[in-house]
């Protein structure tokens, strides 16, 4: 399914994905297919689960015309 489809279907909303296929350029990984997994109304509901995604899963707000995912090396790496 394409963004721009769960945009129409679930406007305004938070919704769990999973990636199917993305493209990486500069450290930003834009996707353009996903598989929709579930739609969220309350925001801290999808927060949660946001905090719950592993390998390809993502909650994003169809509110944004792309996804595009900033991608950082060793994020939680920290050096003294």
Known sequence: ??????RTIYPDQYVLLEIIDSHT??????VEEVALVRA?????????ELLKCKDNK????TGQEK???ELRK???YRCR
């Open 1 to 6: 399914m394409q963004w721009q489809e769960v």
């Open 74 to 76: 060793n994020p939680f």
């Open 40 to 48: 969220f109304q309350d925001p801290s509901v999808a927060t949660k």
């Open 58 to 61: 993502i909650v994003y707000h």
């Open 25 to 30: 350029e500069d450290n930003i990984q834009y």
């Open 67 to 69: 996804i595009a995912i």
